[in-house]
């Protein structure tokens, strides 16, 4: 599973239905776009793409059929938003713990569900100490991605050993036919 499927597995657990889910992409490279594509896929409410360059921004969100907003805009905006992904190339957070409670304060607790898939982090480590707050970064979704891996060696061990125990049991019942 990739980080984009993680990403949009999680959500998916946290919201009963993505189709009434307003989702907003911070950046516009190749991750995002990744994730974005998964996201698409289950049919949001809305989506949205903020980003330092209205145009790249733009050229995104027309992909999707999403908003375009500025990188400047995401403070007074981020309470319309259930869930964000975040991977820009900034070397500073570019949200912080301040915006997500004054978001959290008008979106009345609702829950937000974040996803930081930069490195270093876009996001202020602090936000996932609000309550309110369901936030992910790289390393969460791949000891998600591991687990789900273990999951399914798991299940296949399984299945061979159930395999090999019916096609003894039909070797078996072949041997006592030829008798």
Same mark, same amino acid.
């Given at each position: 599973? &990739?980080?984009?499927? #993680?990403?949009?597995?999680?959500?998916?657990? /946290?919201? $009963?239905? +993505? %189709?009434?889910?307003?989702? @907003?992409?911070?950046?516009?490279?190749?991750?995002?776009?990744?994730?974005?594509?998964?996201?698409?896929?289950?049919?949001?409410?809305?989506?949205?793409?903020?980003?330092?360059?209205?145009?790249?921004?733009?050229?995104?969100? &027309?992909?999707?059929? #999403?908003?375009?907003?500025?990188?400047?805009? /995401?403070? $007074?905006? +981020? %309470?319309?938003?259930?869930? @964000?992904?975040?991977?820009?190339?900034?070397?500073?957070?570019?949200?912080?713990?301040?915006?997500?409670?004054?978001?959290?304060?008008?979106?009345?607790?609702?829950?937000?569900?974040?996803?930081?898939?930069?490195?270093?982090?876009?996001?202020?480590?602090?936000?996932?100490?609000?309550?309110?707050?369901?936030?992910?970064?790289?390393?969460?979704?791949?000891?998600?991605?591991?687990?789900?891996?273990?999951?399914?060696?798991?299940?296949?061990?399984?299945?061979?050993?159930?395999?090999?125990?019916?096609?003894?049991?039909?070797?078996?019942?072949?041997?006592?036919?030829?008798?």
């Amino acid at each position: 599973i &990739s980080m984009a499927a #993680a990403a949009v597995r999680l959500a998916s657990q /946290l919201f $009963e239905d +993505l %189709h009434t889910v307003k989702v @907003l992409f911070v950046g516009a490279g190749e991750m995002i776009e990744l994730v974005a594509t998964h996201f698409a896929a289950r049919e949001p409410k809305l989506m949205a793409v903020a980003n330092r360059t209205l145009e790249r921004g733009e050229k995104l969100a &027309s992909r999707f059929g #999403a908003q375009a907003l500025r990188l400047a805009e /995401l403070p $007074e905006r +981020l %309470h319309e938003f259930d869930a @964000l992904v975040s991977c820009t190339a900034s070397t500073l957070p570019i949200i912080g713990l301040g915006a997500v409670e004054r978001a959290l304060k008008a979106r009345r607790h609702r829950p937000m569900f974040m996803v930081d898939l930069a490195v270093p982090r876009d996001i202020e480590p602090e936000v996932a100490r609000l309550s309110d707050v369901y936030l992910y970064t790289v390393d969460d979704l791949e000891r998600a991605i591991e687990d789900n891996r273990a999951a399914r060696r798991n299940a296949a061990e399984q299945a061979e050993a159930i395999i090999e125990v019916h096609a003894s049991r039909f070797i078996s019942a072949l041997g006592q036919g030829d008798a």
